[in-house]
């Protein structure tokens, strides 16, 4: 069956920079859409940015544009969240995501499969 499996989250100060990494595993994922999902406490899950496996197009959203950067590794099946200039707001749950397809979409509630999570806390 499809895994995600994120990594790279933790405490950093405002300013700093962290990296995430998903690896995919269980099928071939060249025609979906692998994406980034924030979830604050006590806020809905938001898209923060997406990629296609092939062709490689790029998503970024509100304020990850300009900080953030969204990659795939295609022989090592894993997608890279690297977030640059961190700030307080930043703080939450990060979500690896799948949707089947290449169409973006910006609902949690359209992908099909999610990792568990990685914690990312930006001290002011």
């Known amino acids: 069956q499809v895994q995600l499996v994120e990594s790279g989250g933790g405490l950093v100060q405002a300013g700093g920079s962290l990296r995430l990494s998903c690896v995919a595993s269980g099928r071939t994922f060249s025609g979906d859409l692998m994406a980034w999902f924030r979830q604050a406490p006590g806020k809905e899950r938001e898209i923060v940015a997406a990629i296609n496996w092939s062709p490689e197009i790029t998503y970024l959203f509100d304020s990850a544009e300009g900080r953030f950067t969204i990659s795939r590794d295609e022989v090592n099946s894993t997608v890279y969240l690297q977030m640059n200039s961190l700030k307080p707001e930043d703080t939450g749950v990060y979500y690896c995501?799948?949707?089947?397809?290449?169409?973006?979409?910006?609902?949690?509630?359209?992908?099909?499969?999610w990792g568990q999570g990685t914690q990312v806390t930006v001290s002011s």
């Open positions: 995501a799948c949707k089947s397809g290449r169409d973006i979409s910006l609902l949690a509630r359209a992908y099909d499969y």
